[in-house]
């Protein structure tokens, strides 16, 4: 290190500590040359500056800032995955659904048919985004069931470090748009903590919705971290909305820093109920599915060996007895069931259109040509979610409420649109995943894990239209995008050891379509329906059903099945009798990758897990029996509000009013779906049950509530202590009773998948048709509001009743 500087009369004086800092700068510099930097920790340290001496700063030059950039040339990176499309729906992988943008992408790059994710949510985005498995992230189910076990918690450790950050801290923008569903659910709240948001997860910037699901036409938006309303447009559609945002980001990143590359993770809630979408897009597909989903799968199977989307000797494998035949179905349901697939393949037409519009827009910034554009067709198999009828109301089937024909023909005409909230036949869902057996939720079996996925690169990827057929997963995209990059595997982000990335990158297959696979074993399981793969070999058990709600056998008891993949690319031929010793050894593996991967214990546990005291994950609520929340606390969603749920509880609202004609929402929880509303009408108080959209029970009083200072009351007193209730409904204004009724029966287990709770309004969709969407304020001065719910209305056997029943709740919000 130099003495000094010495200067006189503005002239430098050569000296023995110009030499040194001459030395240090030369050193210096390309150390600080990007291609220099030690990249394997993260943030990369910044060097130590020279000291200086010199007093005038004009007399001396300074030493070079440090900046870590990104390498050079390296790529732009867009992963797009999409929501509950199954293998054999998409056009590009021969399905019934016109994709043009995939399409144009798979004919000038590259098409992989033995892509493999989790076969749910959360923890295929979880693996996607850190490269490791979903139970390493500690996601072995939706958030909403975590426990306390390893493998379980929901929470992200932090030797897991996620792809955006790698990214992040070596040079790149990074943004992610629509769907997350990797954050704690009882950590989405103003309160957080925000550590495992996607803006403290990598991602400069969110625009999208926290959960598993929301409405297209009125969704839950966060803004990063903040809620914000979408406009209240009869045109308006989340999908498209979440497009601008993204195009937006891109044109300004690369009109401020065109040298620098950026990352987009682009995740669409389509086509993920609700089913959502404009009527024109249905109507191209008018007619298209009457002839049912017996003949779809068939029809498929053969447009996909016709195409090479499957080997020629690859197998139709049959529906299971679970799943009703088409023939089965009555002239009415019939037309339903076609109905709901129109709505589904224009949903996902739709949301295809929209990814053109991201393509237009990097081929409009002329940076197409080094983007790595990966196209996830998937992040499970099709959804069987809708029961075995559909859903007008999604929202029902999750709290295990079967609809029929009868019941939801009246909305046919409106399928689609913002009065429904439906999802389609289970049917439809295998029918989604031919070739394969079963469908999402169903970790064992193909059906439930297997995706389509087309890269586009065209700057390394010379191979036109072209598949591959190397064993691959989600875990392989993050070594990928990686190395496309030129970056190494960090040893250490923010200052904790990493576990290294369980996946392989795929960039080895880009050249050469008959490369040996370096992804040779993988562990499946969700809900105890399990398998492993390794070397051509899928050993399978399924152990349990998502719509069949019975006991699960016993683990020890569960049938296993043997495929040899590299010669029956469907599982259409179980070799388990015949080859018991290969069985053996692959139970074996399995039990070890379970191991070496906190997948033990098992836990086939849906229903139960809802409830944060069984499951053993944090509840913000607690044992506490009162909340009080105040005006502008909005979007408080289910895991972070009181439970209201099957019990007897009151709402007390101190409020000033400044004249007699007060309008508006004192408080309000879910949606047009279901929920419940506390609000003004006319200076008249109302309370309204929506039974999901079905049933409504509206008490109000009669007389009109002058201006000044009063207390407004709500009660509810159950029938019985069982989900679902019926109940009393009382409302008093200043400590008298002024209107009663009878709810007949109550949301037993969820309101809304996105919908929360909300003081002083009613956002997103409306509770009650008394008041509009996005105009209905309350205009007084609302002081609090209290939720009770202490039982006094129950006695202690009926509470522990209560308790039991609940535990019998259905999944599944995601």
């Known amino acids: 290190m130099p003495d000094r500087i010495d200067c006189r009369n503005g002239a430098v004086r050569a000296s023995r500590s110009i030499l040194q800092l001459l030395m240090f700068c030369a050193i210096a510099a390309p150390v600080w040359a990007q ?10 340290p910044e060097p130590q500056p020279p000291v200086i001496t010199e007093l005038d700063a004009r007399n001396v030059k300074a030493p070079p800032l440090f900046k870590v950039t990104a390498p050079k040339d390296a790529p732009n990176v867009v992963i797009v995955l999409l929501d509950d499309m199954g293998f054999g729906q998409s056009s590009a992988f021969g399905g019934p659904i016109h994709m043009p943008t995939l399409d144009m992408l798979a004919a000038g790059g590259l098409r992989y048919n033995n892509f493999h994710t989790t076969a749910l949510c959360s923890p295929t985005r979880n693996a996607l985004l850190t490269g490791r498995n979903h139970h390493v992230a500690n996601a072995g189910a939706i958030t909403e069931l975590a426990t306390s076990f390893p493998g379980n918690t929901g929470i992200r450790p932090l030797n897991v470090a996620p792809l955006a950050e790698m990214l992040r801290l070596n040079g790149y923008s990074t943004a992610a748009f629509g769907k997350y569903h990797e954050t704690p659910a009882w950590e989405v709240s103003v309160s957080g903590p925000f550590d495992r948001w996607p803006t403290h997860s990598g991602f400069d910037k969110f625009y999208g919705f926290i959960g598993g699901e929301t409405n297209q036409w009125a969704p839950a938006i966060f803004d990063g971290t903040i809620r914000v309303e979408p406009p209240h447009d009869p045109h308006y559609h989340f999908t498209v909305d979440m497009t601008n945002q993204a195009i937006n980001w891109m044109q300004a990143q690369h009109a401020l820093t065109p040298d620098k590359p950026f990352f987009v993770y682009f995740a669409p809630g389509a086509v993920h109920g609700p089913h959502h979408v404009f009527k024109e897009y249905i109507e191209r597909y008018k007619g298209k599915f009457d002839q049912g989903w017996d003949k779809l799968n068939q029809e498929t199977y053969a447009r996909q ?24 179905q009555t002239p009415d349901e019939k037309k339903l069931e076609a109905r709901q697939m129109e709505t589904f393949a224009g949903f996902g037409e739709h949301t295809d259109e929209q990814i053109g519009r991201l393509v237009g827009a990097l081929n409009e910034l002329g940076v197409m040509d080094n983007t790595v554009f990966i196209y996830i067709l998937g992040d499970n198999g099709a959804s069987a979610e809708g029961g075995p009828a559909g859903a007008y109301n999604e929202i029902m ?8 024909a009868a019941t939801m023909l009246p909305h046919l005409d409106d399928w689609g649109g913002p009065s429904t909230f439906p999802h389609y036949a289970i049917g439809w869902a295998w029918a989604g995943d031919t070739p394969f057996q079963w469908t999402k939720q169903i970790a064992s079996h193909y059906g439930g894990t297997t995706n389509g996925i087309v890269f586009y690169w065209p ?34 982000v923010n200052g904790t050891v990493q576990r290294p990335f369980d996946g392989t990158s795929m960039i080895y297959t880009f050249d050469d379509a008959k490369a040996k696979e370096t992804h040779t074993t993988q562990y499946f ?26 006991q699960n056998p016993p683990l020890t008891e569960d049938v296993w099945e043997l495929y040899h993949i590299t010669a029956d690319f469907s599982e259409a031929h179980d070799l388990a009798a015949k080859s018991p010793a290969k069985l053996k050894e692959m139970q074996d593996l399995f039990m070890k990758e379970a191991i070496r991967n906190q997948v033990l214990p098992i836990d086939d546990r849906r229903s139960e897990r809802f409830n944060p005291a069984i499951a053993g994950r944090p509840d913000l609520m607690g044992t506490r029996t009162s909340l009080t929340v105040y005006p502008g606390m909005v979007g408080m969603m289910e895991n972070a509000f009181i439970n209201v749920k099957n019990r007897h509880y009151t709402i007390t609202a101190p409020m000033e009013l400044s004249d007699g004609n007060s309008n508006g929402v004192i408080i309000a929880q879910g949606g047009r779906f279901g929920g419940w509303t506390l609000y003004m009408k006319d200076g008249k108080v109302h309370h309204e049950y929506n039974f999901f959209g079905v049933e409504r029970t509206n008490i109000a009083d009669p007389s009109t509530l002058s201006g000044g200072k009063h207390v407004i009351k709500y009660e509810f007193v159950p029938d019985a202590a069982r989900p679902a209730t019926g109940g009393k409904c009382m409302l008093f204004v200043d400590g008298q009773q002024v209107a009663q009724g009878h709810i007949p029966k109550t949301v037993p287990f969820i309101f ?10 009613d956002a997103e969709t409306a509770v009650s048709d008394d008041y509009k969407e996005g105009d209905n304020k309350f205009t007084g001065t609302i002081a609090k509001v209290t939720i009770d719910i202490s039982p006094t209305g129950l006695s202690a056997a009926d509470q522990k009743a209560l308790a039991d029943a609940e535990d019998t709740a259905l999944l599944d919000e995601d």
């Open 305 to 328: 060996k016709q195409m090479g989307v499957i080997p020629a000797n690859a197998d139709l494998t049959l529906r299971p007895k679970e799943i009703p035949s088409w023939d089965s």
């Open 525 to 550: 399981e969700m809900f105890g329906n399990r398998g492993i793969y390794h070397d051509g070999w899928i050993a399978a058990t399924r152990h349990s059903i998502p719509w069949i709600q019975t």
């Open 397 to 404: 089937a999750l709290n295990g409420i079967p609809e029929d």
């Open 35 to 44: 291609d220099a930097l030690d990249r394997t920790v993260l943030p990369v």
């Open 459 to 492: 700057k390394r990827i010379k191979a036109k239209g072209e598949f591959r057929s190397q064993f691959t997963y989600l875990t392989d995209i993050a070594p990928t995008v990686l190395e496309a990059a030129s970056l190494p595997f960090p040893k250490s």
């Open 752 to 761: 809304s998948g996105d919908e929360g709770a909300d003081v002083g309004l």
